[in-house]
């Protein structure tokens, strides 16, 4: 009976005078062998109850059922006869079973170029872009990057200048060699060594006659990178990786010996060029292995030697809580404790609709006494218009509308009205994307269609499409394999055959365009010059005979069907929410840049999905959990983290956001290109246009996709412009709240508890309240002690950013 990919067994064993239970797991979970130059490795690992996990390969015994078949050298199983047969694992009084399969075992393997000589270039690090890998190669000779072109690799070897290379009457002779193993002089010193794995496969294939593959060749088609994860208990702790290759014929190979492995983190965790892993001081990595076109990694979480710790019981309030909890606890991290009302509700108000709450609905807030008031009163603030300003002020950004050369400023007002109507009426999300992707008509007749006047470059719109909407920067694809994820330039060209057939055309009036399926048009791959057939990113390759190439692309893109459409679009609720993104940056989506919990991201994505891409009740997930609500103060075991949101963040509010609590806090007016007096700066339809204050505070222009264009990071410049420019000082004196109240006859104390509401949605605790005072009593001119009182609070950090 074949096991389940987590082969483990429960036993009792003594620790400290207690009984718990532990775990073993034996990965790979089956072991196949094929012809005589098979191997397999494997790792044993041990878990125990509180998470700690432990490499127990040494210390396990191995025995199988049938030993003809095969033999063990170390950590490796050998071939030696035709059959099936189990290995069995002992440990700790348990014991797994581990499926074994041998076939032609008195068989050898014939070389490959590609099987086998491409990879070693790679794991010596040849075709790197600092070595031969460059686009203009290295002393003369290039090799494709990565190994993208392995036809054109074995010309350049082979053909480029025949007998200077490669040396096929004495294969030890040949240049390709003897650089390699230093015996002559090479830039890049000794890359493998006389004698080893590496040398052998290369004279193998001079031997050979330096023979190209078939082009029926089986190619790897997947990778597993064993053990899925390692929580490691103090510095110098080991685990070895092992990685496995599946290929196209049915047959999988150990390929740990020929995988580049890195580390996202050194300080938490190396790994060597053995794929063993040292644990260093606390913190996450995250460990990759890279073979062929496949790059896979896989979380390691490294804790101070015999680390005690007691997880509090931190309240849940939905699936939110349980997944970051789940995180904490490996981590062993214990959350802040949840925030005061008067903090949420300014947090919230923020965050849900762009300002804050006036002083007659924070005081409302206060001094309800209903249990469950914090829910209702994000439901109140989901409903509002100024929600759905604020995300048609994000979706603007994303799709770049901004009135240019190619789009007027009617097609982009007629652009951004569509955008807005259909988030005021919350149409979901997939259904309004499928109509952009799929557009065709008048720019002013169905203003979606400006989308492809925006930017009409085939491959740009590619990569503007596959970060916006799945989260990737593929442009690294265009030119060579992506050196850092899974995209090779097949992917690339193949999502931008979609595109290849966008048709455009003028009309009576010169400011609009006609965007149409010219039902012609092909995309040539750059190094093999063949047009590519249309496939989505990551999936099949659809039937596009006849049909709107954007059609099918958008009915796959905004579906179930493609995993990265919900993830992507939680992940960007999630970074407004937090200032960062379970992935960050949240157009950054790559194998090196992994999720901080991808389970979180996964359920996020999925309930996404189950809610009919109605973000309106992410948003409400995000906003009523434990999670979100949770202090800005730091416990003693989270002061250092800042990936697993264990307290709550403190962020500078964005620049339109900034400029609206401005106005609304001075009780003033302001006037934008375009919209009446009074109107909100997040309500600017055109990228193009600013103000001095909102460039200075990082409004971003919208001339790219790029999430890197909204700057929140402080400058000296803003805080100038806030101490001295035209915008606090000059809102205070002609709003005049303060000349207003003292006509009304508040006293110097409620006028300044009524500033504190107003800024900072908090009464002034009674330090702040006496030395305040006392400062305004003393002043001769009260308006102005106040007014300064009113600037100082606006000028505060606490005004200027939200916690």
Request: with cysteine.
């Amino acid at each position: 009976m074949r096991l389940a990919h987590l082969l483990s067994l429960c036993a009792l064993c003594a620790f400290g005078g207690e009984s718990f239970a532990q775990t073993i797991a034996v990965y790979p979970p089956d072991i196949n062998l094929e012809t005589s130059r098979d191997r397999q490795s494997f790792v044993v690992q041990l878990t125990q109850p509180d998470g700690i996990t432990r490499d127990v390969t040494a210390q396990a015994q191995i025995t199988f059922a049938n030993p003809a078949l095969v033999k063990l050298d170390k950590f490796h199983v050998l071939p030696v006869a035709d059959g099936a047969t189990e290995m069995a694992v002992a440990f700790n009084g348990q014991t797994v079973k581990v499926p074994v399969k041998v076939t032609k075992a008195k068989d050898d393997r014939a070389i490959s170029f590609k099987q086998d000589v491409m990879p070693v270039f790679m794991r010596a690090g040849c075709n790197t872009g600092g070595c031969h890998g460059a686009a203009r190669g290295k002393d003369g000779f290039r090799l494709s990057l990565f190994g993208f072109d392995p036809e054109g690799d074995h010309f350049r070897l082979t053909r480029e200048l025949n007998g200077r290379r490669i040396n096929l009457a004495l294969p030890a002779e040949s240049t390709l060699l003897e650089k390699a193993t230093g015996k002559v002089a090479h830039t890049g010193g000794g890359k493998i060594k006389e004698g080893d794995e590496y040398y052998q496969t290369i004279t193998r294939w001079l031997e050979a006659d330096a023979p190209m593959d078939a082009p029926t060749i089986a190619l790897p088609v997947s990778m597993e990178v064993f053990p899925p994860s390692a929580v490691l208990d103090g510095k110098s702790e080991k685990q070895r990786i092992v990685v496995r290759a599946k290929y196209s014929d049915g047959t999988d190979r150990d390929v740990t010996s020929l995988a580049l492995f890195l580390t996202n983190n050194d300080t938490a965790a190396k790994i060597d060029d053995s794929g063993a892993v040292t644990a260093g001081e606390r913190g996450e990595a995250f460990v990759m292995a890279r073979f062929y076109t496949f790059t896979i990694g896989v979380p390691f979480i490294t804790l101070p030697k015999d680390l005690k710790f007691a997880w509090p019981n931190a309240p849940e309030t939905n699936y939110i809580d349980t997944l970051v909890h789940n995180k904490l606890k490996k981590l062993r991290i214990e959350p802040s404790g949840v925030c005061d009302d008067a903090t949420f509700v300014r947090r919230v108000y923020l965050d849900i609709i762009g300002g804050l709450p006036t002083p007659e609905e924070y005081a409302r807030f206060m001094v309800s006494a209903l249990p469950n008031k914090r829910d209702l009163l994000v439901d109140e603030l989901l409903d509002r218009k100024e929600f759905a300003e604020l995300w048609v002020l994000k979706w603007a950004e994303l799709l770049q509308i901004r009135s240019s050369n190619e789009v007027s400023y009617k097609a982009m007002l007629l652009y951004y009205g569509w955008l807005q109507e259909k988030i005021a009426k919350n149409v979901p999300t997939d259904v309004w994307v499928k109509e952009l992707l799929g557009a065709n008509g008048g720019t002013f007749k169905n203003p979606v269609t400006n989308y492809y006047q925006l930017e009409r470059d085939v491959l740009k719109v590619t990569e503007n499409v596959a970060q916006v909407f799945m989260g990737m920067r593929i442009q690294c694809a265009q030119c060579h394999n992506h050196p850092f994820d899974r995209w090779t330039m097949d992917d690339y060209y193949g999502l931008a055959s979609f595109f290849t057939q966008i048709g455009r055309k003028g009309t009576d009036d010169a400011r609009e365009l006609v965007v149409f399926n010219s039902g012609g048009g092909e995309v040539n791959h750059p190094v093999r010059g063949r047009p590519m057939p249309s496939k989505f990113l990551g999936g099949a390759a659809p039937d596009v005979n006849g049909k709107d190439r954007r059609t099918v692309l958008a009915n796959w893109l905004a579906s179930a069907d493609n995993p990265y459409f919900a993830k992507n679009l939680s992940n960007v609720v999630w970074n407004h929410f937090f200032g960062q993104g379970i992935v960050n940056e949240v157009d950054d989506v790559r194998i090196s840049n992994p999720a901080s919990n991808q389970e979180l991201l996964d359920t996020l994505g999925k309930k996404f999905t189950e809610y009919k891409y109605d973000f309106k009740k992410l948003v409400r997930d995000i906003c009523t959990s434990q999670t979100y609500q949770r202090s800005t103060q730091p416990t003693k075991t989270n002061e250092g983290d800042t990936r697993n949101f264990a307290r709550g963040p403190v962020r500078r509010i964005r620049a339109e956001t900034m400029l609206d609590v401005i106005t609304q806090v001075t009780d003033t007016k302001n006037k934008f290109q375009g919209l009446p007096l009074g109107a909100r700066a997040v309500q600017i339809a055109d990228g193009g246009v600013s103000t001095y204050f909102l460039t200075t505070f990082g409004r971003p222009t919208r001339e790219t996709v790029c999430s890197c264009e909204v700057r929140l990071e402080p400058t000296l410049s803003q805080s100038l412009h806030l101490l001295n420019g035209e915008t606090v000082e000059p809102k205070i004196a002609q709003g005049n709240l303060v000349g207003k109240m003292l006509q009304e006859k508040k006293s110097p104390a409620q006028i300044i508890e009524q500033i504190y509401v107003r800024c900072l949605t908090r009464a002034p605790k009674p330090e702040e309240l006496k030395n305040l005072t006392a400062i305004v009593d003393a002043a001769k001119d009260k308006k102005q002690a106040l007014e300064d009182v009113f600037w100082a609070v606006m000028n505060s950090r606490e005004f200027m950013f939200n916690h």
